[in-house]
């Protein structure tokens, strides 16, 4: 599997963004989650959503929950990040991800498949 992700940019406090994973390659199984991940300059890479890609049940990190939306399109094979009401804390190197791992993972090591980053940058 082959992921792509783009969609990053310069905002402002306050502005949306829209974050989007194209996936080539093996197609996913019914048991695939995707998900996206942030690391801010310094920091660990950190769970952000994901989305479970036959069901699309969703799950969030508290730290976007209420101002972020997770979704996929399977015809596109595409999964997209919506984030409102940025902060400059936010401010973020994210990756979309993959794993067939079963349950709530929110841990990068159980996600083995990985695209390249696409940088989010919040200004206040």
């Known amino acids: 599997v082959q992921l792509q992700a783009f969609g990053g940019g310069l905002v402002q406090a306050g502005d949306s963004l829209r974050l989007s994973c194209a996936a080539s390659g093996r197609t996913f199984s019914r048991y695939a989650t995707l998900g996206w991940f942030r690391q801010a300059p310094g920091k660990e890479r950190e769970f952000v959503a994901r989305i479970t890609w036959s069901g699309g049940v969703t799950y969030y990190a508290d730290s976007v929950k209420g101002r972020s939306a997770i979704s996929r399109d399977s015809a596109k094979n595409t999964v997209y990040l919506q984030m409102n009401s940025l902060k400059p804390e936010d401010t973020a190197v994210y990756y979309c991800?993959?794993?067939?791992?079963?349950?709530?993972?929110?841990?990068?090591?159980?996600?083995?498949?990985w695209g390249q980053g696409t940088l989010v940058t919040v200004s206040s």
């Open positions: 991800a993959a794993t067939n791992a079963v349950g709530i993972t929110t841990t990068p090591d159980l996600w083995p498949y």
